[in-house]
């Protein structure tokens, strides 16, 4: 092996030659300049740069390893220039600036590239790991700014490994503090995976001083060429958090694209979009002049089959949206108890009505779309609001749909869902909620009928008891047509019992009887022996036969208890029985012989016909 330095080394080392050996190597300096290449031919030996200052690597030159990790350590700030390169096949590499965590160390990589085929990718600071952010400094780099993470027309490619990028803008104080971006991606820079690698992006927004610049967390620049972020079946999750310093900046947000395209898309893997900030900031901004392809390659080549989920307190959709996949969509506020607006409802994070359409930034194709969360607080549906998938709004606090409002969707046989924690307020009339096809339905969760506010919405069905969203999805609600669902448990009763006339057959349903505590109510039927069991109890009595006479009436009844369905609480009563009362016969076609009068009532009858005789009596 080679060791150039030793680990007190505060020196400046500069790499003026090419170096090959094959076996590990490792450098120790302040500021370390690799101004030829550096390479290891062993199997699997490593080449580590520790620094104390700044570790640079010159334009087109390379670290290079045969299935070895590569390690770029520093205190401080790290240097990729223009077609320098790091290549370590399956091993890993890790840049790791400001790894003493004092707060002053950023990675700026510009037309630099980091290549694996399996090995991870570790972009970071804060320990010699690079598992914290690599953080801006006070001091002026890269294009006059205080990133934590710079990439700039840069490609990440880790071949089927795990990337991890962590960047904090600088935080400290300073009177000229401008860019203060946790992650900048630049121009044509593209990150990207295969097979079940990950791609995960943290970055975190510092102070900014000027006004024509801002510090988001993690920002998008795109004016000559798109940048590119993608996977084969592994997640892609970005974090982006706006800057805690509102001193001054043209935006405060968490996630921005501040000019231009950007891609970020999978062939299956999910896909998770966070904007963090504070109530004055914008989660997830795609202005004027930029375009987001998100869940879809912009040539329309690649849509993932993955679920994509944005999460954000609010959202700025004034540029172009292409969001599409197969599988489920997910907004979301970030922040607990955040209220939440669908069309013109009123709340903190308002979705508007023509953002569903289909054709504007939502696309076509979803599997479901779910509109907030179990802990997203009141949600308020206003206005006309169409979708072309299937559609949940979802909330932890109370669900109202404002009068005026209607939900609809033209999903083949899809549904519409609202599922309230709390109340379900329907201040709307005639039919509010809308499915097309035969199986087209909707479905209310919510926590129990005497609280909530129908109106009109009647779903001439039974409802479902002990369901709530989290543990019945309306993909798994058995039973078809609208249908109101509550989180309690009702208690039923199985009674059994009948009168009939002689020569009447009974069956079981003629005999059995369930009294319920649902309630009435005009919007829901109460249960029947189909909706409380999958398979109904066995009745035996000798009544329910047609030849079961009137002399041992009343007959006792027994029965073998049914299978009861999920979400009933069945008791059975002490059976009754089957009491037999006599058929009523008739006769016609009956003569009476004429006679003299004798004072008496007595007449003679002939022939005539004995009519409701049963059971060859």
Do not use: C
């Not at 000229?176 to 820079?189: E, F, N, P, R």
């Not at 000559?224 to 405060?252: C, M, Q, Y």
């Not at 398979?535 to 000798?542: G, I, L, W, Y």
Request: charged share 5%.
């Amino acid at each position: 092996g080679l060791t150039i330095g030793k680990s007190t080394n505060t020196a400046t080392i500069t790499l003026g030659g090419a170096t090959s050996i094959a076996g590990p190597i490792t450098v120790y300096g302040g500021n370390i300049n690799l101004n030829q290449n550096l390479t290891s031919t062993g199997i699997g030996s490593a080449i580590q740069l520790i620094g104390s200052n700044t570790i640079t690597l010159a334009a087109s030159k390379a670290i290079t390893t045969n299935n070895g990790n590569i390690s770029l350590v520093t205190k401080g700030d790290i240097f990729g220039n223009a077609s320098a390169s790091v290549s370590s096949g399956r091993g890993h590499i890790v840049l790791a600036a400001d790894s003493d965590g004092t707060g002053a160390g950023a990675i700026g990589l510009t037309g630099t590239s980091l290549t694996t085929t399996g090995g991870n990718i570790t972009l970071g600071g804060g320990n010699a790991l690079g598992t914290g952010y690599a953080e801006g400094s006070g001091t002026v780099f890269a294009d006059a700014t205080h990133r934590g993470v710079w990439l700039q027309t840069s490609t990440l490619n880790a071949g089927g490994g795990n990337i991890s990028i962590k960047g904090k803008g600088w935080q400290g104080a300073g009177s000229a503090v401008l860019y203060s971006i946790g992650v900048d991606i630049v121009t044509g820079t593209t990150i990207q995976t295969s097979g079940a690698g990950t791609i995960t992006m943290d970055g975190v927004g510092g102070v900014n001083t000027d006004n024509n610049s801002h510090s988001a967390g993690i920002n998008f620049y795109a004016p000559s060429a798109s940048n590119n972020i993608f996977s084969g079946s592994g997640a892609i999750s970005l974090t982006g958090t706006a800057s805690p310093s509102l001193l001054s900046g043209r935006v405060h947000a968490g996630v921005v694209l501040d000019f231009g395209p950007t891609q970020i898309y999978s062939t299956s893997g999910a896909i998770t979009l966070r904007g963090v900030g504070t109530s004055s900031d914008t989660g997830i901004q795609v202005p004027v002049n930029s375009t987001l392809y998100l869940g879809r390659k912009s040539d329309g080549s690649v849509t993932t089959s993955g679920n994509v989920r944005l999460v954000a307190n609010s959202f700025n959709w004034s540029g172009t949206g292409v969001v599409a996949g197969t599988g489920s969509l997910t907004i979301e506020p970030d922040t607990a108890g955040t209220t939440m607006g669908v069309g013109s409802g009123a709340g903190t994070l308002n979705l508007a009505n023509n953002l569903f359409s289909g054709t504007s930034v939502f696309k076509d194709g979803f599997s479901s779309i779910i509109l907030g969360s179990a802990s997203t607080g009141n949600l308020t549906v206003g206005g006309a609001n169409s979708f072309v998938d299937n559609v949940s709004m979802v909330t932890g606090g109370n669900l109202t749909l404002a009068s005026g409002a209607t939900v609809a969707t033209t999903q083949a046989s899809g549904y519409i869902a609202l599922a309230a924690t709390g109340n379900f307020i329907n201040n709307a009339t005639g039919t509010p909620l809308s499915a097309t096809g035969t199986s087209g339905r909707w479905l209310v969760y919510s926590n129990a009928p005497s609280t909530d506010t129908f109106g009109t919405l009647d779903s001439a069905n039974a409802p479902v008891w002990n369901a709530t969203y989290a543990n019945m999805a309306p993909s798994a609600v058995a039973v078809t047509g609208n249908r109101y669902l509550f989180t309690g448990t009702p208690s039923v009763t199985v009674t059994a019992s009948a009168t009939k006339v002689y020569g009447t057959a009974l069956t079981a349903t003629d005999v059995l009887g369930l009294s319920s505590s649902a309630g009435g109510s005009s919007v829901y039927t109460l249960p029947t022996l189909d909706d409380v069991f999958s398979v109904s109890p066995v009745v035996t009595s000798a009544g329910l036969a047609a030849t079961a006479g009137v002399t041992d009436s009343p007959y006792a009844i027994s029965f073998t208890q049914g299978t009861t369905r999920a979400g009933y609480n069945v008791t059975y009563a002490t059976p009754g029985t089957i009491t037999v009362t006599p058929k009523t016969l008739t006769v016609t076609g009956t003569t009476v012989s004429n006679k003299v009068y004798d004072g008496t009532l007595a007449a003679v009858l002939s022939g005539g016909t004995l009519n409701g005789v049963v059971n060859n009596d």
